[in-house]
Each structure stands twice: as C-alpha cells, then as structure tokens.
C-alpha cells in the first residue's frame, strides 16, 4: 500500500496541474495540504513546506490524495 501510495505522488510530480492535488493526512487532527507544497518523497516520508519550514508527514499517516474533489488514492 504504501509503495502503490509513493508510485502516485511521484506520478502527480509530473503532473502539468499538480496544484490540482490535495493530501490528506492525520496529525493528531485532520489536515490537508496541496502538492505544490511537497518538497520530497522518500520511502517513509513525505516532506511538505509549512511557514517557511520543512515538516515531514510519515506516508502511513496519510489517508487520502484528492484531484478535483475525486478520490485517487485512500487508505
């Protein structure tokens, strides 16, 4: 699952419209973020721009990726 998930958001990098995408994560709350933020994909991480800092969200917190209000990928 969390390969499948990685092999989507490396898909949605070469995307024209990245800012079309929203992620959707757990961090105590719901949160979301949109692509343009992600700064980098690794194997248990995803990196995203907050405030002019560098969060990490680790891939088994995410719950979905969104295009368009149209569910791409859920846990």
Not at 30 to 40: C, D, M, N
Not at 45 to 53: C, P
Not at 59 to 64: A, C
């Amino acid at each position: 699952m969390i390969q499948e998930l990685i092999e989507i958001l490396n898909k949605i990098k070469e995307d024209k419209r990245p800012q079309d995408y929203k992620i959707v994560y757990i961090d105590g709350i719901k949160k979301e973020t949109g692509f343009e933020k992600i700064l980098k994909v690794d194997s248990l991480n995803l990196f995203i721009e907050k405030n002019g800092k560098e969060i990490n969200i680790p891939l088994h917190k995410i719950r979905k990726v969104v295009k368009d209000d149209r569910f791409i990928w859920a846990r």
